[in-house]
């Protein structure tokens, strides 16, 4: 993982071909691939590079109208040919605006990371076959990754292209909540005109390279790096842990801050970064990083919790006992008595595996300094948040960092901590020229938080009737290296690991242990999707015993509006669980009759299954501050400025706070010009986690919405109940008794350069938990219930997803197409977590070893909305990111139970797996 002698300089030399129509002369090496080319010096960057390997898709253009992957091109072999990337699309014939049109009438993208090489790879198809079946079009998209949809809006989008599809007209005036609103920001994502993280380069930039540990633990000496930098005219500047200004810490939890930008004499996971060059891009790019100065000394790793926990194993962090970063713990009732009094006691032991987030965006941004502050731009989660952190790197005040969020081309949790930002940052700081940096596939691999694995154990008791009575969870988390999320993980499962049923006797208790390992942070869900893996298949084990319908028995336990949670709290309203699970009832019944029937006439090895499994989410931080504050401004021109500091990583908030806060004030969503995160314009909206930019950030716009509606009213002396209509340059107010128009431009300007300008900040109403974890740890929460119909191939072990029906519980559908995207996605990537996902530290860092669904891996998604709305949310409605993928791994594995008998303890179920379980039932020696 390190290189440093020069490679042989390639010489360049001139290609010619033709690009959209035009001819080009290039000047490059014709090895060079044309991906980089048609970005970097053509300046189409509308093509994503998201592996440089063939893997994803992502850089997918027409070479003489047959789709390829530019990044395995090289230049040369374009020669004389014709390459048509996705800026050239519509103008190559009407039936690619309609293939446009049709991605953003479905919702088909939603990062817009993967949006060109699939709308490539659909052009070539929809030439020779205007209505293409399903198959037809997974057979042309196969190929290209998508992280974000689950396929199937982009599937249908394709196959309705032809349908000339038209986009509805943006709603009026108090119409945008409920509407199926096109993504605001669609256009330039479905036109490659998006800009990303890898996407600018400004003037004179420099590259920064980073020299990252090969080892899982080593100690480390530099060599001669003053020799190093004189033989290396390229290198400007080498930067290692002296070299950080101001505190060599940073970590998303203050309280938990433990990682340095630069390790100190000893590297604690491989991957982890040493020290870093900073030079002209071309030069930097010819060394061979193995080749600096570092002599490294290999150490013995503790690479598994039960390694990290033994009585000998060396501490990682001196204040850490035990290796353990932190302990979660909810307790209510008693739950050994209960449990010794259970008619029926279930128990059971799960291990789930790292899960890679795998965005098909790599992280990437630059940073330039100007004067005596710093500038980044790059893709981020939490831009105030990398502010904060910035600035302690640098040792300068906050106010003189200013973050510039790009499109986010996949998030999922990983991109709220630090990746390239203190690399860039560094180098320009010192050497006052803007330096940039593109983490390869397998930096990102190697070096960016996973979902955290689990050892997890319980025991589950009920009444004869069905009751549940008790559960008593235990779950160690690797949370690797470094705090990141650990402690939000280790603290928020045991708020939720008794799923969203009535369980008066309650104990669960975490632990977030430290190894050798690269950290585990933030993915979807902050371990609530492991524990539910876990206490989902007992409960039907529960179900099983009590001879009572598994569907049944979780209606029967659901909590209600009453309803006591483990934590005490009664949530009084809004509790959707109930009808998220009658709303399966009727599929639950019909599949189940149909996988019987199937396996009753089954003469070959396949077995058809039906598993069911709910889920809770609390939205936002658990019992923590967790503002949002937005501003809006009232323009001269009668437009209005909506300053949402809510990075969009496909979810939607771009339009989703928009037509929260258009139906607060009254004005049409067509009225708004958006600002975003940037933290120079934008107060802070928090991060984008925790299913919390609709509830949290949504309620604030809803408040300032309101909040400059009514400074509207008061300025025309009108009442609550009048209308108000927004001009070209006026305001029109009309209440019963007269009317009064605002000439806007003749009204004085106030500091923010607005006519008015408003602000609101909504906090979520929560309580500090006691020491039994007692107490209100969220407002609100979403609710949700999945079921999965599966078929299994009992000679190879194989499991075939044939459809998930997902019901959730919403509040209030702001916008139901995005949601359903949410949903879909979430199945995707529960999918991927109950049968293939599971990431190997130090083996298969690329997207060739480490699968992720495909198109042909993700079945029928049936959305079923409930809207039980919460007082608390703006119009009643509640969170669905992180909801959406809990249920469906459990779900899953619920079903393989059901087909085959067997239950799978170590997730993902692989084939070796699956079989393995199979081959050991048969021979009389399965447990669970
Ligand atoms: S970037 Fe070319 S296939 Fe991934
Ligand atoms: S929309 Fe496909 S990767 Fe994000």
Redo the contacts with the bound molecule.
């Keep these: 993982m390190a290189t440093t002698e020069r490679l042989p300089t390639v010489r360049a030399e001139l290609i010619s071909f033709s690009v959209n129509g035009r001819s080009v002369d290039v000047a490059a090496p014709g090895t060079r691939r044309l991906?980089r080319v048609l970005r970097d010096d053509l300046g189409l960057t509308g093509t994503?590079?998201?592996?440089?390997?063939?893997?994803?898709?992502?850089?997918?253009v027409l070479l003489n109208g047959e789709p390829v992957?530019?990044?395995?091109v090289a230049t040369g072999q374009a020669s004389g040919c014709e390459i048509t990337t996705v800026e050239g699309l519509a103008g190559r014939s009407p039936l690619h605006g309609r293939l446009q049109q049709s991605f953003l009438s479905h919702g088909a993208a939603q990062c817009g990371a993967c949006t060109p090489g699939m709308l490539v790879a659909a052009t070539v198809l929809l030439e020779y076959n205007s209505s293409p079946s399903e198959s037809e079009v997974m057979d042309a998209i196969g190929g290209v990754l998508c992280r974000c949809t689950g396929y199937r809006k982009i599937i249908t989008a394709i196959m309705e292209a032809g349908a000339n599809p038209v986009l509805e007209a943006s709603p009026a005036a108090g119409a945008a909540v409920g509407a199926r609103l096109v993504r605001l920001d669609g256009k330039k994502k479905v036109e490659g005109s998006e800009i990303f993280g890898a996407d600018e380069t400004p003037a004179e930039t420099l590259g920064v390279r980073v020299i990252r540990c090969p080892h899982h633990r080593a100690r480390f000496q530099f060599g001669d790096l003053d020799q190093f930098a004189a033989t290396h005219p390229g290198v400007m500047l080498i930067l290692t842990a002296k070299d950080v200004p101001g505190i060599d810490c940073y970590g998303v939890i203050p309280r938990f801050a433990d990682q340095p930008v630069f390790a100190h004499h000893e590297a604690r996971f491989r991957g982890e970064a040493v020290a870093a060059l900073a030079g002209e891009p071309d030069a930097l790019e010819g060394f061979d990083l193995a080749k600096f100065p570092i002599r490294w000394e290999e150490l013995p790793p503790l690479k598994t919790i039960h390694e990290a926990l033994a009585a000998d194993a060396p501490r990682m962090h001196a204040d850490r006992e035990e290796n353990v970063l932190v302990r979660g713990r909810v307790v209510c009732g008693d739950v050994d008595k209960a449990l010794a009094e259970a008619d029926v006691v279930a128990a059971g032991e799960y291990e789930t595996g790292f899960v890679e987030h795998a965005c098909i965006e790599p992280e990437a941004g630059f940073a330039r300094r100007i004067g005596d502050c710093i500038e980044i731009q790059a893709c981020t989660q939490a831009p105030y948040m990398d502010r904060h952190d910035i600035a302690k790197i640098l040792g300068i005040p906050p106010e003189k960092v200013r973050i510039i969020p790009t499109a986010v081309g996949g998030g999922f949790g990983t991109k709220l901590d630090l990746s390239v930002q203190p690399f860039v940052a560094l180098a320009a700081w010192k050497l006052g020229r803007p330096a940039r940096m593109v983490y390869s596939?397998t930096e990102s691999i190697v070096s960016t938080t996973k979902r955290h694995p689990a050892h997890m154990r319980l025991r589950a008791g009920a009444t004869r009737d069905g009751k549940l009575t008790a559960l008593d969870f235990s779950a160690d988390f690797n949370t690797g290296a470094y705090s990141s999320w650990g402690p939000t993980v280790a603290g928020r499962v045991p708020v939720h690991a008794s799923g969203p049923y009535r369980v008066p006797n309650y104990r669960a208790m975490t632990r977030a242990v430290h190894t050798n390992i690269v950290p585990a942070g933030a993915f979807r869900g902050f371990g609530v999707p492991q524990a539910a893996i876990a206490q989902e298949q007992l409960y039907d084990e529960l179900a099983d015993r009590l001879a009572i319908d598994r569907l049944e028995f979780r209606i029967l336990n659901a909590l209600q509006n009453d309803s006591p949670t483990v934590t005490g709290q009664v949530l009084g309203e809004g509790v959707g669980i109930r009808a998220c699970f009658e709303a399966l009832r009727p599929r639950w019944q019909a599949a189940r009759a149909e996988a019987a029937a199937f396996n009753a006439g089954a003469v070959g090895p396949l077995r058809h299954g039906v598993g069911v499994a709910g889920m809770w989410y609390g939205c936002g931080n658990t019992s923590l501050p967790n503002p949002s504050t937005v501003r809006i401004g009232l323009k001269r021109d009668g437009r209005i400025a909506l300053h949402q500091g809510a990075v969009d990583i496909g979810q939607g908030s771009n339009t989703i706070v928009p037509q929260i806060c258009a139906d607060a004030l009254g004005a049409p969503v067509a009225q708004f010009d958006l600002v975003s995160g940037d933290t120079a314009l934008s107060p802070d909206c928090g991060k984008t986690s925790a299913s919390r930019q609709t509830f949290v950030t949504g309620k604030a716009a809803h408040m300032a919405g309101s909040k400059l509606r009514s400074e509207i009213l008061k300025l025309a002396g009108a009442c609550d109940c009048a209308a108000v209509e927004f001009g070209n340059g006026s305001v029109a107010v009309d209440d019963d008794a007269k009317q009064k128009v605002l000439a806007l431009a003749e009204m004085p300007l106030d500091p923010h350069g607005y006519v008015i300008t408003c602000e609101a900040t909504f906090d979520p109403p929560t309580s500090p938990l006691d020491e039994d974890g007692q107490g209100s740890p969220y407002a609100v929460f979403g609710f949700g219930a999945h079921l999965a119909e599966i078929e299994v191939d009992l000679d190879l072990g194989t499991v075939r997803v044939l459809k998930v029906t997902a019901a959730h519980d919403v509040g209030h559908a702001i916008n139901p197409t995005l949601i359903e995207g949410q949903i879909e996605g979430g199945v995707a990537q529960g999918l991927g977590m109950a049968l293939m996902e599971e990431f190997f530290p130090g083996k298969g860092e690329n997207?060739h070893d480490y699968l992720i669904p495909t198109a042909g891996d993700v079945p029928p998604v049936e959305s079923i909305l409930i809207e039980d709305p919460s007082s608390i949310g703006p119009f009643g409605a509640k969170g669905i990111g992180e909801q959406a993928v809990i249920p469906t791994a459990p779900a899953i594995l619920n079903a393989i139970h059901d087909a085959v008998g067997v239950r799978i303890h170590k997730v993902p179920a692989t084939p070796d797996r699956v079989r393995a379980a199979i081959l050991e039932k048969a021979s009389g020696g399965m447990r669970g």
């Design positions: 991906s994503k590079v998201g592996c440089d390997a063939g893997d994803c898709g992502a850089c997918t992957c530019a990044c395995l596939r997207l």
